[in-house]
């Protein structure tokens, strides 16, 4: 190894090209849930009205299961916004890139594929054992 010091902080400006991304990443998140909630408001109006007993069965049960589906859809996006915002927050108080477990740096590639990640790769695929 070379005379200089492991890096185990990122720099303002690599901090900076994160908050950016991550701001993206949340803003496009939170459309996403104003379409999934939207969906959910909606009370399974298909438009049409059912003239048989077992086809209006039949589409009650869809219609429960799409919104099961969206249901558990916009508690994903929620949970994937509130990630975010805790990068956000480890972005300022300046421990933002830095493995929980390792401590060691996050790699630049990981944290642009998954901007709210806590753990290195190698730490990931540890935590798997």
Do not use: W
């Not at 929620?78 to 300022?92: D, P, S, T, V």
């Not at 996050?106 to 709210?116: G, M, T, Y």
């Amino acid at each position: 190894m070379s005379n200089s010091v492991a890096k185990n902080r990122y720099s303002g400006a690599e901090l900076k090209e994160f908050e950016e991304l991550i701001n993206s990443k949340i803003e496009t998140a939170e459309n996403e849930l104003k379409i999934l909630k939207s969906s959910l408001s909606k009370s399974g109006d298909s438009g049409t009205d059912a003239t048989a007993a077992t086809s209006k069965v039949l589409e009650d049960g869809a219609d429960t299961a799409e919104k099961e589906n969206l249901n558990q859809l916009a508690v994903r996006q929620q949970k994937f916004i509130n990630n975010l915002e805790n990068a956000l927050i480890r972005i300022k108080n300046g421990t933002y890139g830095v493995c929980r477990e390792t401590g060691k740096l996050i790699s630049k590639d990981r944290l642009r594929a998954v901007p709210h990640t806590t753990l290195s790769i190698d730490a990931k695929l540890n935590e798997k054992k």
